[in-house]
């Protein structure tokens, strides 16, 4: 099975600062790699797919990046509603796997 | 608007079995597989298996194979996973996600989820 690390486990920020959260892909997964957003008691939810597109309605203050292992998820001018738990999410083949989350504090 | 639509909270004891629905609307069910996404209590997200809602064919991770059944009512729009032989670190909340594979290979709609609590 494919091992995605999600660096930071955690992070406290405050309102309008830049976040970078980075995901390594234990081998090359070409640009098959999902973020995804969840709320406390809230189903996740897709920012972006495919490294770098955003999902319909998304806010384009996030920005994904990245291509073979390596990639990352960039919340430029934090919002209140961005505080929440991250995920990636490798698609290249079966098991898709996720990295174990990046929780986002409010600082 | 595409919706999944989970069955309610269900609490069992160790050793019984249990049910989750996932009723489906908004698009044409059988264009898209369903996966399932397990979530224990504050931890991260676990791919369970997808169902084919066409075909009615299936995958599960390993860690379930025999214990995990996918099924789907086309009639209804309807997939449902059953567990059985259930343990206590069965409890957490269960997910549908509608698979799409268009430009991408993602999960971009998800049912609101299913806490499933196994005590005795």
């Known amino acids: 099975d494919i091992q995605m690390t999600q660096s930071p486990s955690s992070l406290s920020a405050s309102v309008g600062d830049r976040v970078t959260i980075t995901c390594r892909a234990s081998?090359?997964?070409?640009?098959?790699l999902n973020w995804y957003q969840q709320k406390p008691g809230k189903a996740p939810k897709l920012l972006i797919y495919?490294?770098?597109t955003l999902q319909s309605g998304v806010p384009s203050r996030f920005r994904g990046s990245g291509s073979g292992t390596d990639f990352t998820l960039t919340l430029s001018s934090l919002q209140p509603e961005d505080f929440a738990t991250y995920y990636c999410?490798?698609?290249?083949?079966?098991?898709?796997?996720f990295g174990r989350g990046t929780r986002l504090e409010i600082k | 608007q595409v919706q999944l639509v989970q069955s309610g909270a269900e609490v069992k004891k160790p050793g019984a079995s249990v049910r989750v629905s996932c009723k489906a609307s908004?698009?044409?069910?059988?264009?898209?597989?369903i996966f399932w996404v397990r979530q224990a209590p504050g931890q991260g997200l676990e791919w369970m298996g997808w169902?084919?809602?066409?075909?009615?064919?299936?995958s599960y991770a390993q860690k379930f194979q025999d214990w995990v059944t996918m099924t789907r009512d086309t009639s209804i729009n309807t997939v449902y996973m059953d567990l059985s032989r259930l343990k206590s670190d069965d409890t957490a909340f269960y997910y549908c996600?509608?698979?799409?594979?268009?430009?991408?290979?993602?999960?971009?709609?998800w049912g609101q989820g299913t806490l499933v609590t196994v005590s005795s």
């Open positions: 908004g698009y044409t069910f059988t264009d898209y597989y």
């Open positions: 081998q090359t997964i070409s640009n098959y």
């Open positions: 169902i084919n809602p066409d075909s009615g064919g299936t």
């Open positions: 999410q490798q698609s290249y083949n079966s098991p898709i796997t």
């Open positions: 495919a490294a770098s």
């Open positions: 996600a509608r698979q799409n594979v268009y430009d991408g290979n993602y999960l971009d709609y």
